[in-house]
Antibody, heavy 118, light 110 residues
Framework: EVQLVESGGGLVQPGGSLRLSCAAS????????MTWVRQAPGKGLEWVAN????????YYVDSVKGRFTISRDNAKNSLYLQMNSLRAEDTAVYYC???????????WGQGTLVTVSS | QSALTQPASVSGSPGQSITISCTGT?????????VSWYQQHPGKAPKLMIY???NRPSGVSNRFSGSKSGNTASLTISGLQAEDEADYYC??????????FGGGTKLTVL
C-alpha cells in the first residue's frame, strides 16, 4: 500500500525557516518524480515544486523561487522541502504527492500545516 | 503561471449530470494532453479522478469522465450522488515544465 506521511509543519515567525519531510513507503520511491502542493486555509490547491527521480531536475512556482528548495534522499525514501524567508502568505497545508509519467499525482499524503505568524 | 479558470460553484440534483469547465491557454491546457482532475472532501487530501484528459484510475466510478477542446477541459459527472458533493480541481502541465491548478469548483448535490 502506497503511503506518504508529511511532518515538520508548525508555527514560525515571518522571515524564519522550516524543513518539511515526507516519508514514502509501499512503492519504489527512486522511480518516481515527487511533488509538493499547498493549500492556504479556505483556498484552493497551489502546485509548489517537483523533483525528478534522481534529483537532477527541479521546478518551482514563481512565488517560492529562491526561497524554497525541494530535495530527496532515495536511500531514506524521503522527500524534503526547505522553506526559508517565510511569509504570511506561505501559511498553508503542505501535501506531498507521487507523480506519474502522465504528469499527474496519483497518491497524496494527509498534509502538514505551516503557519507563518508573529 | 496564472491559475486555470473554473466556475466557483455548480449544483445538480441526484441522478442528474453536471459539467465543470477548466479554461487555460495554449501554454497549458491547450498545448498538452496532461490535464488531470482531483476531488477533495472537506479536511481530506485530494483524490485523483481523471488523468491525461480522459483516463480514469482504477477504482474511480465510470460516472466520471473528462474531455478537452482547445484551451478548455471539462469534467462530467453523470448520475449525481450525494457523496459526489466536494471541491473539484483541474490541473495542467505548462510550457515552463511546471504545473498549475484551477481555482476549484464547489459541487453541491441538491
Amino acid at each position: 500500500e502506497v503511503q506518504l506521511v508529511e511532518s515538520g509543519g508548525g508555527l514560525v515567525q515571518p522571515g524564519g525557516s522550516l524543513r518539511l519531510s515526507c516519508a514514502a513507503s509501499g512503492f519504489t520511491f527512486s522511480s518516481n518524480w515527487m511533488t509538493w502542493v499547498r493549500q492556504a486555509p479556505g483556498k484552493g490547491l497551489e502546485w509548489v515544486a517537483n523533483i525528478k527521480e534522481d534529483g537532477s531536475q527541479k521546478y518551482y512556482v514563481d512565488s517560492v523561487k529562491g526561497r524554497f528548495t525541494i530535495s530527496r534522499d532515495n536511500a531514506k525514501n524521503s522527500l524534503y522541502l526547505q522553506m526559508n524567508s517565510l511569509r504570511a502568505e506561505d501559511t498553508a497545508v503542505y501535501y506531498c504527492a507521487r507523480d506519474r509519467p502522465g504528469l499527474y499525482s496519483d497518491y497524496w499524503g494527509q498534509g502538514t500545516l505551516v503557519t507563518v505568524s508573529s | 503561471q496564472s491559475a486555470l479558470t473554473q466556475p466557483a460553484s455548480v449544483s445538480g440534483s441526484p441522478g442528474q449530470s453536471i459539467t465543470i469547465s477548466c479554461t487555460g491557454t495554449s501554454s497549458d491546457v491547450g498545448g498538452y494532453n496532461y490535464v488531470s482532475w482531483y476531488q477533495q472532501h472537506p479536511g481530506k487530501a485530494p483524490k485523483l479522478m481523471i488523468y491525461a484528459v480522459s483516463n480514469r484510475p482504477s477504482g474511480v466510478s465510470n460516472r466520471f469522465s473528462g474531455s478537452k477542446s482547445g484551451n478548455t477541459a471539462s469534467l462530467t459527472i453523470s448520475g449525481l450522488q450525494a457523496e459526489d458533493e466536494a471541491d473539484y480541481y483541474c490541473s495542467s502541465f505548462t510550457s515552463t515544465s511546471t504545473r498549475v491548478f484551477g481555482g476549484g469548483t464547489k459541487l453541491t448535490v441538491l
